[in-house]
Every structure is written in structure tokens, then in C-alpha cells.
């Protein structure tokens, strides 16, 4: 990814950069938090997975995985990190995913990076839909996809596996809006 091509972001508290190995501490620190864990699909049992992520991410092939640090604009404290886990150039989609740090929730800062990084998404990737899916319990995270205008396709029923169990996910989708159908 081209960095100097970053999201743009209009939040007073936190601004999006790239995420380096060096935000793995704090990453990992509240996402085996069980009030987050118990929302999210993640199933880390040492800093170490979550250090293979970064090979991933650091990958330039255009259908890896894209993923940006949230970090405070005071003290550059990463509080979150949002991205797509699933890209494709060939179908021009992506799957959207976010997790946040419990100290900053209700402050406003996943619908803005959420917005930015859709748009970001529609104008500098190219995608024409691009897709979320939240498991069924974690109703914050629903609200964000409603509050920036995703559109709820449907419940996948035992959609993943959630650290040893089938669990289902709705899914949502938000499609460019500069993208109309061709009537030919």
C-alpha cells in the first residue's frame, strides 16, 4: 500500500497511520480483553499470532490485507486498527473490519474512520461494494456499519468458527454510490 495515500480523517482525537510491528503490545492488549474478545472473532493466544499478522500486512500483493493504525493525535497511542481482511481486484470488493480499545468507545471514532476508510475504499482501491460482517452479539458494532450507511443482507448461520464454536454473523454491505447500473 501507498501510505502517502492514506484515508483521510476529520476526528479531533484520534488520525489514521500506518500500523508497525511496534503497535503489537498495545494491539494485543485490548483485544484479549474478554469485553472485547467476547464480540470480536479473534483467538490469540500469545503476542506471537498476532506478530505473523504483520507479514500479511506488510505483503504487496493488491489483494493482501490492508490494515491502519487509530491512534490518538496527542501521543500517537494506538487505539484501534481498521482495514479490509479481504480484498478483490478481480470482483473490486473488500470486507471491512475494525476493533477499537474500550477507553475510547462512544466517542464518535469508529463511524468517522469507518466512513473515511470506506470512502477510501470506493475512490483509491477501486471497490464497488464493499462488505462487513459482525457476529450477531456484537450490536456496537452493528450500529457503526447502520450509522455509515451499510445496508443488512442477511444472517450467515454458523459463519465462522469463534474460538472452537459455529457462530452467526450478519452480514452488511455499503455499494460506491458513484456507481450506477448499466441499463444496455
Known amino acids: 500500500m501507498h501510505?502517502?495515500?492514506l484515508p483521510t480523517l476529520a476526528h479531533e482525537l484520534v488520525y489514521l497511520r500506518p500500523l508497525s510491528r511496534a503497535d503489537a503490545p498495545a494491539w494485543y492488549g485490548y483485544l484479549t480483553m474478554p469485553h472485547v474478545?467476547?464480540?470480536?472473532?479473534?483467538d490469540l493466544r500469545s503476542i506471537d499470532e498476532l506478530m505473523l499478522k504483520f507479514d500479511a500486512l506488510e505483503s504487496t500483493d493488491?489483494?493482501?490485507?490492508v490494515r491502519l493504525a487509530i491512534a490518538l493525535r496527542d501521543s500517537d497511542k494506538l487505539v484501534g486498527t481498521i482495514g479490509f481482511h479481504s480484498v478483490s481486484p478481480l470482483h473490486k470488493t473488500a470486507e471491512i473490519a475494525y476493533d477499537l480499545a474500550p477507553g475510547v468507545w462512544g466517542r464518535g471514532i469508529a463511524?468517522?474512520?469507518?466512513?473515511?476508510?470506506?470512502h477510501w475504499g470506493f475512490s483509491h482501491l477501486g471497490a464497488v461494494?464493499?462488505?462487513a460482517t459482525a457476529?450477531?452479539?456484537?450490536t456496537r458494532s452493528v450500529r457503526v456499519l447502520e450509522k455509515c450507511g451499510?445496508?443488512?443482507?442477511g444472517l450467515l448461520r454458523n459463519f465462522r468458527m469463534v474460538r472452537g464454536h459455529p457462530r452467526d454473523f450478519w452480514i452488511y454491505s455499503c455499494i460506491d454510490p458513484h456507481i450506477g447500473?448499466?441499463?444496455?
Open 3 to 5: 501510505y502517502a495515500d
Open 37 to 42: 474478545l467476547e464480540h470480536t472473532s479473534w
Open 62 to 65: 493488491p489483494a493482501s490485507e
Open 111 to 118: 463511524p468517522a474512520v469507518c466512513e473515511a476508510v470506506v
Open 129 to 131: 461494494r464493499i462488505q
Open 135 to 138: 457476529l450477531d452479539s456484537n
Open 150 to 153: 451499510f445496508q443488512r443482507e
Open 181 to 184: 447500473i448499466d441499463d444496455t
